[in-house]
């Protein structure tokens, strides 16, 4: 039986590369409408929002610096600004008390229960005296390196180890991604920026504990270790210019243990000019998988599962949710 379609209201907060790519998609689906858009760079505030992210025809919808300014009703914020809790916590707040559910793509709200406790619990607090629902998700974290292999355990009898790879090459990639994997940096800048804990890949953490925690698994011991690729031969991007010896990547690899040794590991490897690139996802047991995925340009991946899940999130009950609380996301 076919269902009536709701039309859900949606206002764009942060307008980055990621964020003009969720509004493009939200102004294509037939189901969802974009009313507002924030953000707080002033070559972008004041102007229609279709010219800032790359729409030939105007919405009539002016890009302000603060959602109170946005002055329409509206049913879903999607949120897209900073990786960290510290960052972010603030923004969301202020978002649901202005009365809109949430469906954020910051990293370290995938799973924030672990390693952001405290202020994970505050902002499920403010989200169920709101009445409404906060969700983190993404390609990864929120998709391939925790609720897919999860769901894939759903076809096994016993599981006795998790891998998943992933391999990038981010020349495809926009430029704060390539930024962030140290594109360009000397490798004493880069494990400069490592020692202050900004650096590599965000939410490998909140991965791992999904899977431990969903799987009933007690984790004892957690590694997480981020090295420098070094270019050999020169590298040129449309963002940057690297030369012989500089950086252009990172490897990232991670292990989680419970008392009887290794349950998961991870390796997420990003470089300019890295081939080739995909996803690998090993499922130890019985049976054995192995599933390979080709195609899973992060940027695309992102903007699509944050606006899917749009959905999902505004019909759940109240609180910080994850993707492993959701019926499964799909095209709508």
């Known amino acids: 039986m076919s269902q009536v379609k709701e039309n859900i209201r949606v206002i764009q907060f942060g307008l980055g590369p990621i964020g003009c790519a969720t509004a493009r998609l939200v102004a294509e689906r037939d189901n969802l409408e974009l009313v507002g858009a924030v ?41 897209t600004t900073n990786s960290f809790f510290d960052q972010f916590a603030g923004q969301v707040v202020e978002l649901l008390e202005a009365g809109f559910d949430v469906v954020s793509t910051s990293e370290e709200l995938s799973f924030p229960w672990h390693y952001n406790e405290a202020a994970a619990t505050a902002l499920d607090v403010a989200a169920k005296k709101a009445g409404k629902t906060v969700l983190g998700t993404g390609v990864n974290p929120g998709f391939l390196m925790d609720s897919l292999p999860i769901f894939l355990t759903s076809i096994s009898q016993t599981v006795e180890h998790i891998d998943v790879r992933r391999v990038i090459n981010a020349t495809t990639r926009r430029g704060p991604f390539q930024a962030k994997i140290g594109s360009g940096m000397t490798v004493d800048a880069f494990n400069a920026k490592m020692a202050e804990g900004r650096m590599g890949h965000v939410g490998i953490p909140e991965s791992m504990t999904m899977i431990f925690d969903t799987l009933g698994k007690k984790l004892v011991r957690f590694e997480n270790n981020v090295v420098p690729i070094v270019a050999e031969t020169p590298v040129k991007t449309s963002h940057f210019d690297v030369q012989v010896g500089q950086v252009r990547g990172l490897e990232q690899t991670a292990s989680g243990e419970t008392r009887d040794g290794e349950f998961v590991s991870f390796t997420f490897r990003a470089a300019l000019d890295e081939m080739p690139d995909g996803d690998t996802i090993t499922i130890s047991g019985r049976p054995e998988l192995v599933i390979n995925l080709q195609g899973t340009n992060g940027d695309l991946t992102t903007s699509a599962i944050a606006v899917n899940a749009i959905k999902n999130t505004h019909k759940a009950a109240p609180g910080v949710v994850t993707m492993r609380d959701l019926p499964i996301i799909s095209i709508f």
Do not use: C, F
Request: charged content about 25%; cysteine-free.
């Open 39 to 79: 953000d707080i760079d002033p070559a972008k505030v004041g102007k229609d929002v279709a010219d800032v992210i790359g729409l030939d025809a105007p919405l009539g919808i002016e890009v302000k610096p603060g959602v109170g300014e946005v002055g329409t009703s509206a049913d879903v914020v999607l949120h």
